[in-house]
């Protein structure tokens, strides 16, 4: 499957932005899907995962509450919506697809499919 991030911009702390994937799998619901980020200097980590249907969510503990994954498989699409930003959300952000089920997995190695990242920065 391949993936495409969008959405990524510059905005002021506080604020708001929506990541969108477009994925060219016709059947996207055969994946779980996950968001992750690298900020300038560090190691890539997990934001935030969802399962094939949606039934299901997992996120990274600096994201909970501010941040949504969602997706609308019909449209091949999956979401981050991201709320209350902050600067050290600043980071490229990657989707990636996964084949692997519940319990959502956290950890790169479990996803097979990945495309370029978007890049958000969150000003002071």
């Known amino acids: 499957v391949q993936l495409q991030a969008s959405g990524g911009g510059l905005v002021q702390a506080g604020g708001s932005l929506r990541l969108s994937c477009a994925a060219s799998?016709?059947?996207?619901?055969?994946?779980?899907m996950g968001w992750f980020r690298q900020a300038p200097g560090k190691e890539r980590e997990f934001v935030a995962a969802?399962?094939?249907?949606?039934?299901?969510?997992y996120y990274a503990d600096s994201v909970k509450g501010r941040f949504t994954i969602s997706r609308d498989n019909a449209k091949k699409m999956v979401y981050l919506q991201m709320n209350s930003l902050k600067p050290e959300d600043t980071a490229n952000y990657y989707c990636?697809?996964?084949?692997?089920?519940?319990?959502?997995?956290?950890?790169?190695?479990?996803?097979?499919?990945w495309g370029p990242g978007t890049l958000v920065t969150v000003s002071s």
């Open positions: 799998e016709r059947t996207l619901s055969n994946f779980a």
């Open positions: 969802l399962s094939l249907n949606g039934g299901h969510t």
């Open positions: 990636a697809a996964t084949i692997a089920r519940l319990p959502l997995p956290s950890d790169q190695k479990a996803y097979g499919y």
